[in-house]
């Protein structure tokens, strides 16, 4: 089923959605959960991969998990990252072939038309020292909401409100 398919039996509206995840730490990776009520088509990834002076390569991986922890893709760099290489990363939908551009970006293939549920995971990592940091990073999806009552709730009241406002004009 697609996204679209289960937009159309949703209470939600579909839309392009950047989250803005907040930046772990130096040393950790990025994990970021699908959020409650919602279903995603992941679009993209993108963030800032700064290593640490320390020596060593790193290559960045991003993971996708199902509810239960077990990884279903995972996408890594096929060009290695050297310490002190500030480097952008970007995981996006359509990609086709990786592409690397001297150690100094690297756009990566996502899967095509993946699609993620509630308590299911993305995961960031490929730093190799304590010191090196992941900043930037962003998560863009097209998302759908499956029914969270607060949602559903302002909906409800909106399409109240407009009923409202029409009965006025015709009264």
Same mark, same amino acid.
């Given at each position: 089923?697609?996204? *679209?398919?289960?937009?159309? @039996?949703?209470?939600?509206?579909?839309?392009?959605?950047?989250?803005?995840?907040?930046?772990?730490?130096?040393?950790? &990776? %990025?994990?970021?959960?699908?959020?409650?009520?919602?279903?995603?088509?992941?679009?993209?990834?993108?963030?800032?991969?700064?290593?640490?002076?320390?020596? @060593?390569?790193?290559?960045? %991986?991003?993971?996708?998990? &199902?509810?239960?922890?077990?990884?279903?893709?995972? $996408?890594?760099?096929?060009?290695?990252?050297?310490?002190? #290489? $500030?480097?952008?990363?970007?995981?996006?939908?359509? #990609? @086709?072939?990786?592409?690397?551009?001297?150690?100094?970006?690297?756009?990566?293939?996502?899967?095509?038309?993946?699609?993620?549920?509630?308590? +299911?995971?993305?995961?960031?990592?490929?730093?190799?020292?304590?010191? &090196?940091?992941?900043?930037?990073? *962003?998560?863009?999806?097209? +998302?759908?909401?499956?029914?969270?009552?607060?949602? %559903? @709730?302002?909906?409800?009241? #909106?399409?109240?409100?407009?009923? +409202?406002?029409?009965? +006025?004009?015709?009264?």
């Amino acid at each position: 089923m697609s996204l *679209r398919a289960i937009a159309r @039996g949703a209470p939600g509206t579909l839309w392009r959605r950047i989250y803005t995840v907040k930046n772990p730490g130096a040393g950790n &990776d %990025v994990t970021f959960p699908i959020p409650a009520h919602r279903a995603w088509e992941l679009l993209g990834v993108a963030a800032l991969l700064t290593p640490s002076g320390v020596a @060593g390569n790193r290559r960045p %991986v991003l993971t996708l998990r &199902d509810s239960g922890n077990v990884t279903l893709a995972a $996408v890594a760099s096929p060009t290695l990252i050297t310490a002190a #290489q $500030v480097t952008p990363v970007t995981w996006t939908n359509g #990609q @086709g072939a990786p592409v690397v551009v001297g150690g100094t970006a690297a756009w990566l293939p996502l899967p095509d038309d993946w699609y993620m549920m509630p308590s +299911e995971s993305l995961t960031v990592t490929g730093h190799t020292d304590p010191g &090196d940091t992941w900043t930037n990073i *962003r998560v863009t999806v097209l +998302e759908v909401n499956t029914g969270d009552p607060a949602y %559903v @709730g302002s909906l409800e009241r #909106q399409v109240a409100d407009h009923l +409202e406002a029409l009965y +006025e004009l015709t009264h």
